[in-house]
């Protein structure tokens, strides 16, 4: 697999559920980064992993949205409560490292949509 | 206002004809990066530059540092590159967090 991998692709969950999103970065890429794509808007940044520093989660909507990446390799973002604008395409990418000048690979993205 | 601004948000070209689109960003930026998005698929980087101008293929993107402005042409336009291009900047903070434009949704007819 020599792609950033997204799961699931589409996730259809009831307002007040939780719901855990799942990203697979490319091997040996040390920097993660998720975003959201809310439907007719532009991508807005979530929080941002490099290595085993303290992560960049600036960009977090609220205290529902929590992510963790473990042993410096698969991210898991987790929000909590759902609510209907929560509703978007959240998208994971991953870069060889901290340096801002490298290229991001981004998965295909998990549809999430709560009804 | 937002950070980063495209234009247009929406252009219709027919085949054959040269495009280009625009992206004046208002914060310090260590690179910026052009993506192209299909309908229903993932992103793609199309160039990460941070100075002068790069060309691959049918699609050329240049730099103004000191104008804060960045354009991204394409050649010979055809169909298949109908997308939504999108601009993005590394802020200079070097954090690596990208900040994005709207997009531009360009439809390419035959």
């Known amino acids: 697999g020599a792609g950033v991998s997204q799961s699931p692709s589409n996730k259809v969950t009831e307002k007040g559920k939780d719901v855990e999103l799942r990203c697979d970065p490319i091997?040996?890429?040390?920097?993660l980064y998720w975003y959201r794509q809310s439907l007719g808007q532009g991508l807005e940044f979530l929080i941002y992993?490099?290595?085993?520093?303290?992560?960049?989660k600036s960009g977090l909507p609220s205290d529902r949205f929590s992510a963790e990446r473990t042993g410096g390799s698969v991210s898991t973002l987790t929000i909590q409560r759902t609510q209907q604008e929560d509703s978007a395409v959240y998208l994971c990418?991953?870069?060889?490292?901290?340096?801002?000048?490298?290229?991001?690979?981004f998965g295909d993205g998990t549809r999430l949509s709560i009804l | 206002k937002n950070e980063v601004e495209q234009s247009p948000q929406n252009l219709t070209a027919q085949e054959g004809e040269f495009i280009t689109i625009n992206c004046s960003y208002s914060v310090g930026i260590s690179a910026l990066h052009w993506l192209q998005q299909h309908p229903g698929g993932g992103i793609v980087s199309l160039f990460m530059?941070?100075?002068g101008k790069k060309k691959h293929g049918r699609l050329i993107a240049t730099i103004n540092i000191q104008e804060k402005h960045s354009s991204l042409h394409i050649t010979a336009s055809h169909p298949r590159d109908s997308a939504v291009y999108i601009c993005a900047v590394h802020g200079s903070s070097n954090t690596g967090k990208l900040i994005f434009g709207q997009g531009t949704t360009l439809q390419v007819k035959p």
């Open positions: 091997s040996g890429h040390t920097a």
């Open positions: 530059l941070s100075s």
């Open positions: 990418a991953s870069s060889p490292g901290f340096i801002s000048n490298q290229p991001q690979h």
């Open positions: 992993f490099q290595g085993n520093s303290a992560p960049d």
